[in-house]
């Protein structure tokens, strides 16, 4: 029997029990793991280590790459913060959506229940490790976490912390478990484990997305790559839409809500684009504009084709001058991945059409894409970012990982 095999089946069983337990029970799990953080955070950071200098030995490899990797203690502190929230939030499991009597006397309803078995595909994000395992076991799952070579230290760090908070809670250790074979066989394995797994996340780049969509038998709940937009209206506070558009771009980089385009109205570019290509070189940002932007900048490199579609997760960014807010909702739907979009405008109908007529989970209206986020949103932490209509769209929190069976009370009834 692989890895794999095992792992899947051990964590069926624990799901059993997950299913059962109290949201006393739950939320003492998390408490107990958010203390073992704190009070082993110095060990975390020392297997982190490892995986960060075995990473400087390879090429290839970004900065925005490596932050993504690395952990600190405010980082540590961080995933703390988001168990304690996850504690803090309603339990979904028991819930009853809804309830109706038919004109024969049943009592018909839907129950929120977990969804069983839940595995993670996932890129060298060891916060994902704690965000996804946190979050399945506050909705009643078992979860079968499959990471990346890159953080295999990391995320053994922090399984073993997860599985100790759990044994302290008397539930099953096996409600986590991490697949340590970090080979593209192993993660396909996982991919095809319908007798055993309920669903598939995957959270990472458009790679291993596409991957796991096209080669798992799982049912699986797509997370998307993060092309985001921010478009500069002709009427927008240019104040503020230097802090949006340099917070969207600078902030993080490396992460799926970062900005990669900037669509500027051409009413305001010439005061507009000087000022914020100048502060994002600054920061070491390279731009690359069409050819008006470079007609304003000239350090600005010429953008190709590519460049609209590409979520470069880098200090990148694409800039486009834009005839009308027509042309800006074309742009955004033509290429944009479905995932985070902003206007920065004061015309209020402008900026609800703009609500209406963009397609992605996330929108908004004078504020900077990086708040598309579990933890941000009120949800604690996210399984990922659905990006797909069905099931769920956007951040998925706890409600995400419950499905809903029907309960019907009678009283003797028969058809």
Known sequence: MTEVVDKAKKAQKASHIMAEASTLQKNEALENIAQLLGNKAESIIQENSLDLDRLMEKEGYTKAFYDRLQLTTERIKDMAEGLRAII???????????????????????????????????????????????LGLKSGNAVVLR???????????????????????????????????????????????????????????????????????????????????????????LNMALEIADNAKTHRPGVCNAMETLLVHQEIAASFLPQIIKRLEEKGVECRGCQITQKYVNSVKPAVEEDWKTEYL????????????????????????????AIVTSDYARGHAFLSRVNAAAVYINASTRFTDGFEFGLGAEMGISTQKLHARGPMGLTALTSTKYIIFGDGQIR
């Not at 309830?99 to 060298?124: D, F, H, S, T």
């Not at 394995?189 to 007798?195: C, D, P, R, S, V």
């Not at 669903?199 to 799982?218: C, Q, S, W």
């Open 88 to 134: 803090a939030l309603p339990d979904p499991v028991g819930e009853v959506t809804s309830m109706w009597r038919r004109p024969n006397g049943l009592q018909v309803g839907q129950v929120r229940v977990p969804l069983g078995v839940i595995g993670i595909i996932y890129e060298a994000r060891p916060n994902v490790t704690i965000d996804a395992a946190s």
């Open 147 to 237: 990471g990346s070579s890159e953080a295999i230290n990391s995320n053994k760090a922090l399984v073993k912390i997860l599985r100790e908070g759990l044994k302290q809670a008397d539930l099953p250790e096996d409600a986590v478990l991490l697949i340590e074979d970090v080979s593209r066989s192993a993660a396909t394995e996982l991919m095809q484990q319908n007798q055993y797994l309920d669903v598939l996340v995957p959270r990472g780049g458009a790679a291993l997305i596409k991957t796991v969509v096209e080669n798992a038998t799982v049912p699986v709940l797509e997370t998307g790559i993060g092309n985001c937009h921010t478009y500069v209206d002709s009427n927008a506070d």
């Open 314 to 341: 880098d200090l990148i960014l694409a800039i486009k001058v834009v005839e009308n807010f027509e042309e800006a909702i074309d742009h955004i739907n033509t290429y944009g991945s479905g995932h985070s979009e």
